[in-house]
């Protein structure tokens, strides 16, 4: 018989899908490493257990502890399946400009939500960098897992998606294009595949509103560079300490119309429904062109399912009153 003991053991080796319609003006072959295939429907699944394994190792996670985290959804359900495997507690704290389904998928996984406002300063005490601290403090047994600046999330990357994107493309891939958020995909993948072959190239996609772009190309914070943004699990505006600047060779921004429509494009030209990073990531791909050759192998990688986008990129009334659609 073949199956896996738990939920858990279904975490990773995920496919590896070509694109076909939305890149036939590149030169180059275009693969998708197609995260939605883990068990959570996003990347952050391995992360999740990544940062629990290691927390339980060094004894900061405790038998019957509760986790607490601020996080716009994926990385919460990563959390939550591994928390109902292994006997956690889970309290996720949540920005208002997330989708409702977002929140929704989470009760459903057992976990409390608390909603903070979108549009406050992060030292502001009720941003929602400031309230999850803030429980970490108040809860008794609790764990505060800190996605941006906790190692472990770009470990993860560095132990399992990079290893199997350079398994699967035999070692040929030039490129690598990723969404960056809290930076543990781009900087685990990266700083992987350039141990295997400093020649590849690794750029990040950014949005508009956020500060990675200007930062890495000047090295300057800039307040200027930061406002409220539509586009979900991209961009940032912090630094947080899971993006590794210096492994990164560029970012290009892609504008929170283009990707909503983008996202709509995978699903509707190549079947791959996805959620907006997607959109963004493949957007951002296509902004590349001029970087590609014909012998090129560029890996674009997907991080979410589009069930989470239901409400927004995927409903036309929404993307008319964004003004994304006529
Ligand atoms: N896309 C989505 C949908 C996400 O949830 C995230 C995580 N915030 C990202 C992209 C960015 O990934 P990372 O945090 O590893 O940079």
């Known amino acids: 018989m073949q199956y896996a003991n738990n939920i858990l053991e279904t975490i990773g080796n995920t496919p590896l899908i070509k694109l076909n319609k939305l890149t036939a003006e590149l030169p180059c072959l275009v693969l998708s490493k197609y995260e939605t295939f883990n068990p959570g429907n996003s990347v952050k699944d391995r992360m999740a257990l990544q940062m629990i394994e290691d927390a339980e190792a060094d004894g900061r996670l405790k038998p019957g502890g509760t986790i607490i985290e601020g996080t716009s959804g994926n990385t919460g359900m990563g959390l939550a399946l591994a928390a109902i495997i292994k006997g956690y507690k889970c309290i996720f704290v949540m920005a208002d ?146 993006v590794d600047f210096d492994i990164i060779d560029g970012f290009t921004k892609v504008t929170d119309k283009d990707a909503a429509v983008y996202t709509q494009r995978l699903s509707k030209e190549e079947g791959m429904f996805l959620g907006n990073s997607a959109g963004a990531a493949i957007k951002g791909v296509l902004q590349l062109k001029e970087h590609f050759t014909k012998d090129d192998v560029v890996v674009v990688l997907f991080h979410d399912h589009g069930s989470r986008y239901v409400g927004k990129m995927f409903n036309d009334d929404w993307m008319r009153k964004m003004g994304y659609i006529e």
């Open 97 to 242: 400009k997330q989708s409702k389904e977002k929140v929704d998928i989470l009760k459903a996984v057992g976990a409390e939500v608390v909603v903070c406002p979108t549009a406050v300063e992060p030292d502001d005490p009720r941003s929602y960098y400031s309230v999850s601290k803030r429980l970490g403090e108040e809860t008794p047994n609790s764990w505060y897992v800190n996605q941006y600046d906790n190692p472990s999330n770009a470990k993860a990357h560095y132990q399992s998606t990079g290893p199997e994107i350079w398994k699967q493309t035999d070692g040929k891939i030039t490129h690598f294009v990723v969404g960056v958020g809290t930076g543990g995909t781009i900087s685990g993948v990266g700083k992987y595949l350039k141990e295997q072959n400093p020649n590849i190239k690794i750029w990040g996609v950014d949005t508009y509103g956020s500060v990675f772009k200007k930062y890495h190309e000047t090295g300057i914070f800039d307040e200027k560079e930061i406002y409220p943004y539509v586009t979900e699990g991209i961009g940032e505006d912090i630094l947080p300490k899971n």
